[in-house]
Nanobody, 131 residues
C-alpha cells in the first residue's frame, strides 16, 4: 500500500522557517521523482519544488526559489522541503507527491510542475504564517 505522510507543518511567524518532511512507503522510492505542492482553499494546487530520483536535479517555482530547498534521502525514503523567510502568503496546505514519469533534465521543469504527472499524493500538512 502506497503511503506518503507529510509532517512538519504548523504555525510560524513571518520571517521564520519550517522544515517539511514526507515519509514514503509502498513503492520503490528511488525510482520516483518527488515534489511538493501547496493549495489554498478554493485555489488550484501550486507547484513548489521537485527533485529527480537520483537527487541531482531540482526544480523550483518562482514563488519559492531562493527561499526553499528540496532534498531527499533514498536510504530513508524521505523528501524534505526547507522553507525560509516565510510570508503570510505561504499559508496553505502542503502536499508531497511522487511520479514515475522520467524526463530529461532540460525539459523536466515543464512537466514536473504539472500536478497531473503525479501518481501518488499525501494527505497534506497545514502551514500557517502569521504576520
Amino acid at each position: 500500500q502506497v503511503q506518503l505522510i507529510e509532517s512538519g507543518g504548523g504555525l510560524v511567524q513571518a520571517g521564520g522557517s519550517l522544515r517539511l518532511t514526507c515519509a514514503a512507503s509502498g513503492f520503490i522510492f528511488s525510482d520516483y521523482t518527488m515534489a511538493w505542492f501547496r493549495q489554498e482553499p478554493g485555489q488550484e494546487r501550486e507547484f513548489l519544488a521537485a527533485i529527480k530520483w537520483a537527487g541531482g536535479t531540482t526544480y523550483y517555482s518562482g514563488s519559492v526559489e531562493g527561499r526553499a530547498t528540496i532534498s531527499r534521502d533514498n536510504a530513508k525514503n524521505t523528501v524534505t522541503l526547507q522553507m525560509n523567510a516565510l510570508k503570510p502568503e505561504d499559508t496553505a496546505d502542503y502536499y508531497c507527491a511522487a511520479t514515475a514519469s522520467q524526463f530529461e533534465d532540460s525539459i523536466g521543469g515543464k512537466y514536473y510542475r504539472d500536478q497531473f504527472e503525479y501518481d501518488y499524493w499525501g494527505q497534506g500538512t497545514q502551514v500557517t504564517v502569521s504576520s
